[in-house]
C-alpha cells in the first residue's frame, strides 16, 4: 500500500510540473506573439544564421494604407506627404539570440542592390528592438539585400532577394 501510495504521489508531482510547463511555454508564445505583432511592416523574409533568427520587414512610406502602428512609427523621422521621397521604403531586421531573447545591442549593416547592380550601403539604427534604415527602391525589379550584423565580436552574414511588382 505503500508503495502504491508512494507511486501516485511521484505521478502527482510529475503531472503538476508537466501541467506547469505547458502553461509557461504557451505564455512564452503568446508574449512572442505579441511582440511580433509590434513590428514595423510586413515580413518579407526569415532566416535562422549561426542560431539566431533574423526576421526582415518591409513598408512602403509612401504608401496612405499604412495602419495607425506603422504611421505613428514614421511620421516622427520622415514626410508621409512627400511622394517623392529619396529613400521611401523602411527595411528592418528583428533579431532573437538561441535563448529567445531579442537582440538590442549591436551593428546592421545593409547593402541592398538592384537587377542593374547598383549597390546602396546603409547602416542600421536601433528602433522597436529591431534595427531599421531607408533605402531606395523605386524601380521593379529584384533586390538582393545582403545583412552583415556585429555583436561584440560575433559577425552574421546573411543574404536574400526580395522583389518590388
Do not use: C, W
Not at 27 to 35: F, G, I
Not at 152 to 159: E, Q
Amino acid at each position: 500500500m505503500k508503495k502504491m501510495m508512494t507511486s501516485l504521489m511521484s505521478v502527482l508531482v510529475l503531472s503538476v510540473f508537466f501541467t506547469a510547463s505547458v502553461f509557461a511555454a504557451g505564455r512564452s508564445m503568446q508574449e512572442h506573439d505579441m511582440k511580433e505583432s509590434d513590428r514595423i511592416g510586413g515580413l518579407i523574409h526569415e532566416s535562422i544564421v549561426d542560431g539566431y533568427m533574423l526576421s526582415y520587414y518591409f513598408m512602403d512610406l509612401r504608401d496612405k494604407k499604412t495602419d495607425d502602428k506603422d504611421k505613428a512609427a514614421t511620421d516622427a523621422s520622415h514626410n508621409m506627404a512627400d511622394k517623392e521621397m529619396d529613400k521611401p521604403h523602411h527595411l528592418m531586421v528583428y533579431i532573437i539570440d538561441k535563448n529567445y531573447t531579442p537582440v538590442l545591442k549591436g551593428k546592421v549593416g545593409f547593402m541592398i542592390k538592384n537587377t542593374q547592380g547598383t549597390a546602396q550601403k546603409e547602416m542600421g539604427m536601433f528602433m522597436s528592438e529591431g534595427f531599421g534604415t531607408t533605402a531606395d527602391m523605386k524601380r521593379k525589379g529584384v533586390y538582393s539585400i545582403t545583412t552583415k550584423i556585429v555583436l561584440g565580436d560575433k559577425k552574421i552574414m546573411d543574404k536574400f532577394d526580395y522583389e518590388i511588382k
